[in-house]
Antibody, heavy 119, light 110 residues
Framework: QVQLQESGPGLVKPSETLSLVCTVS?????????WGWIRQPPGKGLEWIGI???????YYSPSLKSRLSISVDMSENQFSLRLYSVTAADTAIYFC????????????WGQGALVTVSS | QSVLTQPASVSGSPGQSITISCTGT?????????VSWYQQHPGKAPKLIIY???NRPSGVSGRFSGSKSGNTASLTISRLQADDEGDYYCGSYTSFSSLVFGSGTTVTVL
């Protein structure tokens, strides 16, 4: 059974960097899938953030691209999200997911991690 | 790119069928057969229920079915049950090599 688990600080100050790690079990990061991030502001809808393949190829949301970095650590079977220069608008539940190569459908999701941006 | 358009809410009685629409453009829904649907219960992660317009993942009830015509995709829930209450989101691959989600629909079982 594929499982994903997000981890990282739940509180980040404005203008600082949001960092989250997703640990994957039940599958290998080097399998033929992308690994991605999606977020959901409290009470609102889903927003696609971006994806990474194990060879390092990434695709990012155009609206976040200038502040975003996604990386992969094959030795730890993890992938990470870094969002720079955050504001209160970046407060959200952040989900990681395994993503199908064809069509970018997220088939397995983590439980989500709430990150609040506040001083 | 803009989110896909879904009705804010849909309701139905137990045993009835309901349909949720998802309208995009010719750069996403209308261009690719890569529409997915997710069910989300309060406080939980989204769960994939339909992918590639019509396919159901293993373990998902056959009461869920998907279709597409032009720029609009649809999710039909047959024989509505109390546990079907929740939020439903569509998603589509786009010509920008990204995914765009719908605005979300709250399903209420009367």
């Amino acid at each position: 059974q594929v499982q994903l688990q997000e981890s990282g600080p739940g509180l980040v100050k404005p203008s600082e960097t949001l960092s989250l790690v997703c640990t994957v079990s039940g599958d290998s990061i080097s399998s033929h899938f992308y690994w991605g991030w999606i977020r959901q502001p409290p009470g609102k809808g889903l927003e696609w953030i971006g994806i990474i393949y194990h060879n390092g190829v990434t695709y990012y949301s155009p609206s976040l691209k200038s502040r975003l970095s996604i990386s992969v650590d094959m030795s730890e079977n993890q992938f990470s999200l870094r969002l720079y220069s955050v504001t209160a608008a970046d407060t959200a539940i952040y989900f990681c997911a395994r993503v199908m190569v064809a069509g970018l459908t997220g088939d397995y999701w983590g439980q989500g991690a709430l990150v609040t941006v506040s001083s | 790119q803009s989110v896909l358009t879904q009705p804010a809410s849909v309701s139905g009685s137990p045993g009835q069928s309901i349909t949720i629409s998802c309208t995009g453009t010719n750069t996403d829904v209308g261009r690719y057969n890569y529409v997915s649907w997710y069910q989300q219960h309060p406080g939980k992660a989204p769960k994939l229920i339909i992918y590639d317009v019509t396919n159901r993942p293993s373990g998902v009830s056959g009461r869920f079915s998907g279709s597409k015509s032009g720029n609009t995709a649809s999710l039909t829930i047959s024989r509505l049950q109390a546990d079907d209450e929740g939020d439903y989101y569509c998603g589509s691959y786009t010509s920008f090599s990204s995914l765009v989600f719908g605005s979300g629909t709250t399903v209420t079982v009367l």
